[in-house]
């Protein structure tokens, strides 16, 4: 994840702790499309028209807010490239006024103008920046046990835990055994059928963002799955041509398959932090000078602008806040690792921080 993208999940996330009262707080997201001088004639429309709201209270919030809001757009020459969010409120506590004043300058084009009053901040459109768009789909399949989820940057989340009941195998012989294991085939069929719908229902109408399917479980199956699951060709020519083996059809299943994953996906954020750990971690077992880890010594290399990768837990992205907005001014790349990823869990074992030097 980049930099930019965690300090905005983590502006989102104070804007969603705040609580106002009725109308004590305002939302405007101003795409870069629109004409600044329109955005203040609507402010001062909106600002005259609050006149007519008849609880007191709410009056008084409105118009604070929206005088504020039009002080701010007057001093501004031309909106930024990507558009401006701006929060404006006020949490009342104990006959005094907390004031909240938050303009937030998007790293993606705000898509539509947007003007709300309420008890809360409208953050959607900012919160669906910090996502990545691109998705890696992990499907584990057993006979009659599916469970799906989507690896979206780094971050996996469960969509789908299904069980199909298929009978059992029997030890029985015979005319029965063969009715039996038809049967049980016939079950099996379905439960592919199942499962292919399940992923076309899921995934067709987001296909553009869909970058891979990786596909694993019991890989017979797997692969009898592709065969007989009737899954779009479409999604079909997404899926890895490596089919990875897991013992464990359900959410842990996943976490081992995305280990997997990440070696064999190489245009995804997951195999970009894997290989720079690995390289850190092969610089440091040969001795070499050019890893660093810890505060003090990434620090000191910093300064002598020798860090050419710096990688940061995102558990210690504010602890170390200060010195990512330094490493910027030092041409340094800047990798925020998952709290998820085994190679995430490792940095954390070094202090949260390390980095792969110059020289």
């Known amino acids: 994840m980049s930099a930019a993208r965690q300090r905005l999940r983590r502006k ?85 006024g907390e004031v909240i004043r938050e303009l937030v300058i998007p790293p993606s084009p705000i898509s539509q103008f947007v003007y709300q009053c309420g008890r809360e901040f409208v953050t959607d459109e900012l919160e669906d920046m910090t996502k990545p768009k691109s998705l890696v789909v992990i499907v584990l399949i057993e006979g009659g046990k599916i469970t799906i989820g989507y690896l979206r940057g780094k971050h996996l989340e469960l969509i789908r835990d299904e069980d199909f009941y298929i009978i059992g195998k ?21 439960f592919f059928k199942f499962s292919g719908r399940m992923l076309n229902d899921l995934l067709l109408d987001n296909i553009e963002n869909v970058d891979a399917i990786v596909l694993g479980g019991n890989t017979i199956r797997a692969q009898e799955f592709l065969e007989k699951g009737g899954l779009d060709y479409r999604l079909r020519d997404k899926v890895a041509e490596t089919l990875i083996p897991v013992s464990i059809i359900d959410e842990t ?107």
């Open 253 to 359: 299943g996943l976490y081992q398959a995305v280990k997997e994953a990440s070696r064999i996906l190489k245009e995804t954020e997951i195999y970009a932090e894997r290989q720079a750990w690995d390289q850190f971690m092969e610089d440091l077992m040969k001795g070499n000078s050019t890893a660093a880890y810890g505060i003090d010594e990434v620090t000191e290399a910093l300064r002598q602008g020798r860090v050419d990768v710096l990688m940061v837990s995102e558990d210690e992205f504010e602890k170390y806040g200060s010195l990512i907005e330094e490493s910027e001014e030092y041409g340094t790349e800047i990798l925020i690792f998952s709290s998820q990823t085994e190679s995430g869990a490792q940095l954390k074992n070094f202090g949260g921080i390390a980095a792969r030097l110059r020289w």
């Open 12 to 96: 989102i996330e104070e804007l969603k702790s705040l609580q106002g009262r009725h109308s004590s707080f305002t939302t405007l997201y101003i795409p870069p499309s629109k004409n600044l001088i329109d955005v203040i004639s609507f402010v001062k429309s909106e600002l005259a028209g609050a006149d007519n709201i008849k609880s007191k209270a709410n009056r008084k919030n409105v118009q604070d807010n929206l005088t504020a809001m039009l002080s701010e757009l007057t001093m501004i020459t031309e909106l930024p490239e990507n558009g401006l969010a701006i929060f404006y409120g006020v949490i009342e506590e104990g006959g005094s």
């Open 170 to 190: 029997t030890r029985a012989g015979g005319q029965s055994a063969r009715r039996y294991e038809r049967i049980r085939d016939e079950k099996m069929a379905e």
